[in-house]
């Protein structure tokens, strides 16, 4: 089967409320390494994920992946994962009834996905009642079922724990492992050096810079990113 990277950006704005949030952004995500999008508290992250996943449609610009098909081979993972009225393992069997996924397929595939993020102890216990950390992995073991070739994560341990952040960063290093391109939108810069290959800074709905992990950190080159790595959070 087809990759359906690169995803190819190209002069892509979002706007509302009058306001541009994302602002003629032009990039290509390849397959590979891990990318983080950085930025400060409303700097445009979350929105840019989302028209990259297809959830926001953009004011203006285009969006194209390589293959057409993309919707079911990639996810996404919010900071607040929503929860079915459901059991853990239900939820992973509906993302993939949702997917498609043959009936006879899904128990298998839905309890190696709670026992890939630790959770298959908890398959029948209701989604709902769940810790904040253990519902991450939930989310994450809906993505996980589905093999998806791209998984975007918006800010996925903002609201958790330590522990429950370790054990989060866990799964998605899992994720890399299997092959999956990981895109995940992050203000922690110790997560982005941690689970990063290379940085896509926002500053103001514009990438002003990219560059490997290492290389952002120790030479920043725009005065945003450097100021941001420093912690005088730019204010826009």
């Given amino acids: 089967m087809a990759s359906i990277l690169p995803l190819t950006l190209q002069e892509l704005s979002f706007a509302a409320g009058g306001r541009a949030i994302i602002d003629r952004v032009s990039l290509e995500v390849e397959a590979g390494p891990s990318t983080i ?17 297809g959830l926001f449609a953009p004011t203006s ?22 929860m079915l009225r ?14 498609g996924t043959p009936r006879a397929e899904r128990e298998a595939l839905a309890f190696e ?4 993020v630790g959770l298959a102890h908890l398959a029948h216990r209701p ?7 253990e519902q991450q992995r939930l989310a994450l073991a809906r993505a996980w079922a589905l093999h998806p070739e791209v998984l975007f994560l918006d ?8 522990s429950s952040t370790r054990e ?29 290959d290379e940085v896509i800074y ?26 941001f790595i420093k912690g005088e959070l730019p204010w826009t």
Avoid: C
């Avoid at 999008?37 to 996943?53: D, E, P, Q, T, Y």
């Avoid at 800010?155 to 330590?162: F, I, V």
């Avoid at 002003?208 to 725009?222: I, L, Q, Y």
């Fill in 127 to 133: 989604a709902r009642v769940l810790s904040g950390g």
């Fill in 168 to 196: 989060i960063e866990t799964v998605i290093r899992a994720f890399d492992a299997a092959g999956t391109k990981i895109v995940m939108a992050t203000h922690n810069l110790g997560q982005a050096r941690r689970l990063g």
């Fill in 155 to 162: 800010e996925p341990t903002a609201s958790l724990d330590p």
């Fill in 86 to 99: 459901r059991s853990a393992l239900a939820n992973v069997l509906y993302a993939l009834k949702a997917a």
């Fill in 113 to 116: 996905a709670l026992e890939s």
């Fill in 202 to 227: 926002l500053h103001a709905g514009r990438v002003v810079e990219r560059a490997p992990v290492e290389d952002f950190f120790k030479r920043p080159s725009t005065p945003e990113a450097a100021a």
């Fill in 37 to 53: 999008i950085l930025g400060a508290n409303g700097a445009g992250k979350s929105v840019l994920m989302r028209l990259m996943h």
């Fill in 61 to 82: 610009g285009t969006l194209r992946w390589r293959e057409n098909g993309s919707r079911r081979r990639q996810a996404m993972v919010f900071q607040r994962p929503v």
